[in-house]
């Protein structure tokens, strides 16, 4: 049973540019989240997919957009970056209930020059 | 809005120390609590979670953590160390209707010595 997998694992863009980062979700999840993780910090919430539509949504410009697709996988768009963008971008996928945990990916590594 | 304190950024211990790692949230709700772990070069992967019930929790690997309401803590714990548990670990809470949405300390990194 694979688990998340995110595409692809590294990627270096130049400031101005946009990129589109690709997660399929931990087999039988349907919620999707999106998480940045800049060096020596936790991660941060960005937003949740579910059932094809924004969910909740964290601290973040509306630069960040993202999209769940019907088989559950997704996509976070990041438009005009910006060198602070810099970051490890994680994925993780869950059912929707109380009670249970999270599953992450190994993360996009994104640096931005 | 929730939020996430671990105090300790950086432990380093020799093999076979003890280890207790702090965490403090702070929610007036009822919570869900997890410690994931980060090992070089690979994915966060839970090391123990609680959700009710008895406040001392075990996981993966020897870990375990208490969960003391009073004091919003949930300290992680390990008897002995080895050089395998050098990563960086995560304390991380949710609760209320953002049930599904983690939030996240800013991390430990143990760093084990042989």
């Known amino acids: 049973d694979a688990g998340v997998t995110q595409s692809p694992t590294h990627l270096i863009k130049t400031r101005g540019q946009q990129v589109t980062l690709r997660c399929s979700p931990k087999s039988g999840h349907d919620t999707v989240s999106w998480y940045q993780q800049a060096l020596g910090q936790g991660p941060q919430f960005i937003f949740q997919?579910?059932?094809?539509?924004?969910?909740q949504r964290g601290n973040f410009p509306d630069r960040f957009s993202g999209h769940q697709f019907p088989n559950y996988s997704s996509e976070l768009n990041v438009n005009a970056l910006l060198l602070g963008d810099s970051a490890l971008y994680l994925c993780?996928?869950?059912?929707?209930?109380?009670?249970?945990?999270?599953?992450f990916g190994q993360g996009t590594r994104l640096t931005v020059v | 809005a929730q939020s996430v304190s671990q105090h300790n950024h950086h432990v380093i211990l020799s093999e076979a120390a003890s280890l207790e790692l702090g965490c403090n949230y702070s929610y007036g709700g009822t919570v869900n609590l997890f410690w994931y772990v980060q090992y070089p070069g690979q994915h966060l992967q839970l090391l123990l979670k609680?959700?009710?019930?008895?406040?001392l929790v075990k996981g993966i690997k020897g870990f375990e953590a208490e969960f003391i309401k009073s004091k919003f803590s949930f300290n992680l714990r390990k008897p002995s160390v080895q050089w395998s548990d050098t990563a960086e670990y995560f304390c991380?809470?949710?609760?209320?209707?953002?049930?599904?949405?983690?939030?996240f300390g800013s991390g430990t990194k143990l760093n084990v010595k042989p």
């Open positions: 993780a996928s869950s059912p929707l209930m109380r009670d249970t945990e999270a599953f």
């Open positions: 991380a809470v949710n609760g209320g209707y953002n049930f599904n949405k983690f939030y």
């Open positions: 609680y959700f009710s019930g008895d406040p």
């Open positions: 997919y579910y059932e094809e539509e924004e969910r």
